[in-house]
């Protein structure tokens, strides 16, 4: 069940009304509430890391701002389903809960590596030896992300579901509700076998010297997956979502450089379809349901 987090940095009680108007017919400067998700071992390495990139945007759009990080994937469909975000940062899965309880709209994708997806993965001790996955793994201990994960709850729940024909709840000695960061720490100091995460964060984790490149060993990855998207409320006009695709899509790799954390590269158009794979999946663990 979805839980609401507390923000690291609050941003409620505005009004959204921003996207009422085209911005060129503003009068007055607005305050922007942008919202963003775990993408970092903390709130406030993804706050410094993420914040020059909505100064930027907010700059963009004559406006200021106000930045919240949430301690979880699920916080961030609660923040945008109680309204207390102007524009968001979501995991795919995030904000596919999200599109699902208040049609907010995802317009934009982000390049990694100058790629719009990425890949969940599964990492082992580097003692561990999987040949076959998972019939190797079973009976040891695994730790899943927290349930509004989109690589490290929702697309392992779905395989094993789906493609292995298992439960993991008692195929494996089972946890859920990690963060990313923690699932990779906790398999590198031998708390548990096996942990969730998805390939981006491992990576960042090992340049940033988070934990060793031999650490961790990845024995399991899924096929891509859309990345993050940027996300506006239900209701936001065509021209107002027009005018953030052309900004975020006019970003150059250069300017994303100085911007951006490390890799990535800048954005392409999005829409709610382009994340049918996630919602599918999505609506297959019962977690969701189809829209009639």
């Given at each position: 069940m979805t839980t609401r987090r507390m923000f690291v940095a609050g941003a409620a009680g505005l009004a959204s009304s921003w996207a009422l108007a085209?911005?060129?017919?503003?009068?007055?400067?607005?305050?922007?509430?942008?919202?963003v998700g775990p993408l970092l071992p903390s709130a406030d390495d993804t706050k410094k890391s993420f914040g020059p990139f909505f100064a930027w945007l907010a700059a963009q759009l004559n406006a200021d701002y106000e930045l919240s990080a949430t301690t979880d994937w699920a916080g961030m469909a609660v923040?945008?389903?109680?309204g207390q975000l102007d524009l968001a940062w979501m995991g795919p899965w995030g904000y596919v809960i999200a599109n699902n309880a208040t049609q907010c709209q995802a317009l934009a994708t982000v390049k990694y590596d100058d790629q719009p997806f990425y890949r969940g993965i599964i990492v082992g001790g580097p003692e561990i030896e999987v040949k076959h996955f998972p019939d190797d793994t079973k009976g040891k201990s695994i730790s899943f992300a927290d349930v509004g994960s989109t690589s490290g709850w929702l697309i392992p729940t779905w395989y094993a579901k789906e493609?292995?024909?298992?439960?993991?709840?008692?195929?494996?000695?089972y946890t859920e509700g990690a963060t990313h960061a923690a699932n990779e720490v906790a398999v590198q100091s031998a708390q548990v076998d096996l942990a969730?995460?998805?390939?981006?964060?491992?990576?960042?984790?090992?340049a940033s010297h988070k934990i060793k490149p031999e650490g961790t060993k990845i024995v399991w990855t899924s096929d891509?997956?859309?990345n993050d998207a940027i996300v506006v409320p239900h209701g936001t006009s065509a021209d107002r979502v027009a005018q953030i695709q052309h900004i975020l899509t006019a970003l150059t790799p250069q300017q994303a450089a100085t911007l951006l954390p490390p890799r990535y590269t800048g954005f392409v158009t999005a829409t709610h379809a382009s994340y049918s794979v996630i919602e599918n999946a999505g609506i297959a663990v019962g977690k969701i349901r189809a829209k009639s």
């Open positions: 085209p911005l060129a017919r503003a009068q007055t400067r607005k305050t922007l509430r942008f919202g923040a945008m389903g109680a493609v292995w024909k298992i439960d993991p709840k008692t195929f494996w000695q969730t995460d998805f390939d981006r964060n491992r990576n960042a984790m090992i891509p997956l859309p």
